[in-house]
């Protein structure tokens, strides 16, 4: 799951390449992408629908929050596909195939491993406490259900992803370079999430988890992150010329589907080309004002993956207390999000990645 990469002198002179520097912005938008899960985890417990995917539920529901979950909902999963394409870019300009299968299986599918059969059952003991419904012990992907796709994208592209990388001009290369130049063009990126969405005709474009249409979608999302980088400079000037435009595209869509569908049976063409839409709006700000170090970066682009894996169950085991106490639903909002990421954090200060046989299950690297 790690992304940005600086290349260092030898590493410059060995690749003939100088260009291969960190980008700080995709650190942050993959900490920021994360966190955006968190707090939509949280909002999903005050929804009338929250029992039915194993989640505690409020008694009064924040119904209004949905338009804004909806506005997240289309391109939260769909922009940490592309970013982990990313990551694998930087990552292959540093290691070889083997490498990267033995670095990915220890970020990615140990945690997964790890995580289906001790961390996500967890979360469904607490919601079948909460519910008085009968106990079992049930292993499951959880919210931890992507990085298995991740894992599989990178095996499954893994052999195209390598012809690409070590074959720079080759005429899929030449062409994306000339066109890149035209800022415009990146616009077209949205067709295979079209073409995707049109051919599987998914009952619900944001039926993620799963699904043949999650894996589909998040198959292309991966591919294009990975050609996006191999642009270099070319991507990242010209995303940043189209930002405006991006974000007025989205925006616009968005209400679209706000006002004309009532967030309902909206068309799925309309919505892959708002998701693209989204993500190359914030990839182009995220590149105009955040790819700079900073101490706080450093420190939670390092905490964030940890984070994520645990807090599920911090929030489960929070909302079974907190959700039945006579409060507004707002005060148990505030509470549970503060809740939720301060007893994460505080885990993963103080236990986490202080324990050197713990590190490796969340993801993190041995001391």
Not at 46 to 57: L, M, S
Not at 289 to 303: C, D, I, Q, V
Not at 334 to 360: D, M, N
């Amino acid at each position: 799951m790690n992304s940005g990469y600086k290349a260092n002198p030898a590493d410059s002179k060995a690749h003939g390449d100088a260009s291969w520097q960190r980008r700080y912005d995709v650190d942050w938008l993959r900490t920021l992408a994360m966190g955006l899960l968190i707090i939509y985890h949280v909002a999903i417990s005050f929804q009338p629908w929250a029992h039915k995917i194993f989640f505690p539920k409020n008694e009064q529901a924040l119904e209004g929050l949905w338009k804004i979950m909806s506005l997240l909902n289309i391109w939260r999963i769909p922009i940490l596909f592309l970013i982990s394409g990313m990551g694998v870019r930087f990552a292959m300009e540093r290691r070889n195939w083997k490498q990267l299968l033995k670095e990915r299986t220890a970020r990615i599918l140990l945690p997964f491993i790890f995580g289906f059969f001790l961390i996500c059952p967890i979360n469904s003991y607490i919601a079948m406490k909460f519910y008085g419904w009968e106990i079992a012990y049930l292993p499951n992907p959880g919210h931890l259900w992507f990085l298995g796709n991740i894992f599989l994208y990178v095996l499954l592209l893994l052999p195209l992803l390598i012809y690409l990388k070590n074959k720079p001009e080759n005429a899929l290369w030449r062409i994306l370079a000339k066109i890149a130049r035209r800022p415009w063009v990146l616009f077209l990126a949205a067709l295979p999430l079209m073409a995707e969405a049109w051919l599987l005709d998914p009952d619900f474009f944001v039926l993620y988890v799963l699904t043949p249409h999650g894996f589909c979608l998040g198959m292309i999302c991966f591919a294009t992150g990975f050609i996006f980088i191999s642009l270099k400079d070319l991507f990242w000037q010209a995303v940043e010329n189209i930002r405006q435009v991006a974000l007025a595209a989205a925006s616009l869509l968005y209400l679209v589907r706000l006002f004309a569908f009532r967030l309902e049976d909206v068309p799925h063409l309309l919505v892959s080309c708002e998701s693209m839409c989204w993500m190359l709006a914030i990839l182009g700000y995220g590149s105009l004002y955040l790819n700079k170090p900073s101490a706080r970066l450093a420190y939670f682009s390092k905490a964030v993956y940890p984070v994520y894996i645990i807090h599920m169950p911090v929030q489960h085991a929070l909302s079974y207390y907190l959700l039945p106490l006579q409060m507004p639903p707002v005060f148990k909002l505030i509470l549970l999000l503060a809740g939720t990421f301060g007893v994460s954090l505080l885990l993963y200060e103080y236990l986490l990645k202080r324990l050197k046989w713990v590190r490796p299950l969340f993801g993190m690297k041995g001391l």
